[in-house]
């Protein structure tokens, strides 16, 4: 099993940047993909992005696509999600997951089987 802690979230300007970071403890590290997800108040929890076990492939929803940046370091079992350009619809608790299915590209949230517990992003217009 894999611990995980989310760290950075906040209030921000619209037009504003944040970076997230998600400390991982327990499983090796460097063997799974990394997931963000964010749900908004009302909504269904939804995928932001994924980065594989090696940080040489990432994907993100369309929503987010040029805005935001999922980057790792494995040497810290740390990772991060860089967002820019910030809305108001990009208000939500985000949370960081580990792939229990493999180091590839996972997008579902059956994939994912360890989550951190989630940090509120506030962003006013």
């Known amino acids: 099993q894999v611990q995980l802690v989310e760290s950075g979230g906040g209030l921000v300007q619209a037009g504003g940047s944040l970076r997230l970071s998600c400390a991982a403890s327990?499983?090796?590290?460097?063997?799974?993909?990394m997931g963000w997800f964010r749900q908004a108040p009302g909504k269904e929890r939804e995928f932001v992005g994924v980065?594989?076990?090696?940080?040489?492939?990432?994907y993100y929803a369309d929503s987010v696509k040029g805005r935001f940046t999922i980057s790792r370091d494995n040497a810290k079992n740390r990772v991060y999600l860089q967002m820019n350009s910030l809305k108001p619809e990009d208000t939500a608790v985000y949370y960081c997951?580990?792939?229990?299915?493999?180091?590839?590209?996972?997008?579902?949230?059956?994939?994912?089987?360890?989550w951190g517990q989630g940090t509120q992003v506030t962003v006013s217009s």
């Open positions: 997951a580990a792939s229990n299915t493999g180091g590839g590209i996972r997008k579902r949230e059956a994939d994912f089987g360890s």
């Open positions: 327990g499983r090796t590290f460097s063997t799974y993909a």
């Open positions: 980065i594989t076990w090696s940080g040489g492939s990432t």
